[in-house]
Structure formats: C-alpha cells, structure tokens
C-alpha cells in the first residue's frame, strides 16, 4: 500500500448524474465505513453523514464510493479531511446547501464529532422567500378569524 498526503485526494473520482426534478428535495447519504489514516498514520475509523439539496447536479453513488475508498491511503487529520471533503462536492455538484457531519471513532477514550453545514445565497433565498409565504399567511389566517 502506497500512503499518500491529503494533496493527493483525487476529487475527479466524482462524477454528477442529471438532476431529473427542478423541485426542491434533500438527499441523505451515510457511508458508515469510513476510513483513512491520521497523521500517525494510523488507521482512523469514522461515520460520514452527507445532506444534499441538489440543484443541476446529483451525487452518483457509485463514485462517491469510490471516492471513499481512495482516501483509506491517505495520511490526513480528521479537521482537515472533512473541509477537503465538504470543498470536493462542492466544486463538482453545485449543492443549494450541503451539510457534512464526520463522527470519529473514539482514541484514546475521545471521540470527535465535526460538523459544516453551508447554506448557498440560493438556498437562503429560497429559504426567505418560503419564510415570508409562511409568515404572510400566518398573519392573513389571523386576521381572517378575527
């Protein structure tokens, strides 16, 4: 086995499928063997918790488990790992949001739990749009019963 730096991650391993609905939905993804190596490099053991709100693009399962698979050689820190890994299916799927939760496996009697969660000005758009909908008929249901 050949160990490799965190600059070798490949993110071209990724590959998009065409999103089919111009609807807004979440996709959820948990890959719960999750491996790569710290920076001992020993082998670290995590839960990887992907959500999705896709826009153009959706994440093809099968490459993202390759993807998976490639970074069990890779000599990285978990803090690290986790911003290369969230930046990776950014650049390649365009999301609306994305949210990451990595949980680490515990050493030495601590466990990690690390999470990003990033909002697009799209998503918050949408979201404040949705919001002032909600918000108007909240007000106009009120003003209706009297």
Known sequence: M??????????????????PSKEKYEMKIKVPEFTFLGVEEQPDFAKLYITFYPKQKLIELKSLKHYV?????????????INIVYDHLMEVYEADRLRITLICNPRGGISSKLVINAITPTYIHHINHIFYVDNYRSRTQRYEKG
Do not use: C, F, G, M
């Open 2 to 19: 050949i160990k490799k730096r965190y600059q070798q991650i490949d993110k071209t391993l990724l590959k998009a499928l065409p999103n």
């Open 69 to 81: 698979y490639h970074l069990r050689d890779i000599i990285v820190s978990y803090e690290r790992l």
